[in-house]
């Protein structure tokens, strides 16, 4: 539940040289103020836990690449993860997370977005602004919608929207021109219909763009 006062001491030699540390599996509420020292620091778990928030202070991880927060008890992203520019993996899966908010657009290098199995109804337009996220994973969520304007995504290969709440998908889905994958079993689909889907993304957007068209 707590680390030792002195964790991140500089007598540790700590704050200059750790650049992992795994605190899965414990029983935090938060992130220990101590770690927001470790300057150096590039991967942090923290799995399984009972976090609920983190502290602002994290945003001094400035060399963070790789944060793992899933299987806690968090009710949204925290604003001050929005703040770690140089993180490239976020992984928030298996919280209670209801909403990401629109400062994800800060996050520019982040390369992989794990959110599966929260309660997300939305997602805000400023998350198509990633142009570097390559993976987005929102299976078992309560999405009704996704953002428009899809092109943003540019370096886009994953797509995972499988057993949500969607009825319609964007015609900007047909400009994703790097995806690889896409899943969206689940649900109850009006546009495209899920057997346009079954084909996979090639299949997907052809016909949505042989819609458009007439």
């Not at 540019?154 to 929207?161: I, R, V």
């Amino acid at each position: 539940t707590a680390l030792p006062a002195n964790f991140a001491s500089p007598d540790a030699m700590l704050c200059t040289s750790l650049t992992t540390l795994d605190l899965s599996s414990n029983y935090f509420g938060s992130l220990p103020v101590p770690v927001c020292q470790l300057c150096q620091l590039r991967e942090l778990f923290l799995a399984q836990n009972k976090i609920t928030a983190l502290p602002k202070d994290v945003v001094n991880l400035k060399q963070l690449k790789t944060l793992h927060l899933q299987n806690n008890q968090l009710t949204e992203l925290p604003v001050c993860v929005c703040h770690l520019v140089s993180l490239e993996i976020l992984n928030i899966e298996c919280n209670v997370i209801e909403r990401i908010p629109m400062e994800v657009c800060r996050m520019l290098g982040l390369q992989e977005l794990y959110a599966k199995s929260n309660r997300l109804e939305n997602l805000p337009n400023s998350i198509t602004q990633l142009s570097n996220l390559e993976g987005l994973y929102l299976t078992d969520n309560r999405l009704k919608s996704i953002p428009n304007q899809l092109e943003g995504l540019s370096s886009l290969k994953q797509l995972h929207l499988a057993s949500n709440k969607l009825k319609f998908l964007p015609h900007s889905l047909t400009k994703l021109t790097q995806l690889q994958g896409i899943s969206l079993s689940g649900n109850d689909l009006k546009y495209p219909p899920l057997s346009a889907c079954r084909g996979g993304v090639a299949s997907l957007q052809t016909y949505m763009q042989s819609r458009s068209e007439t």
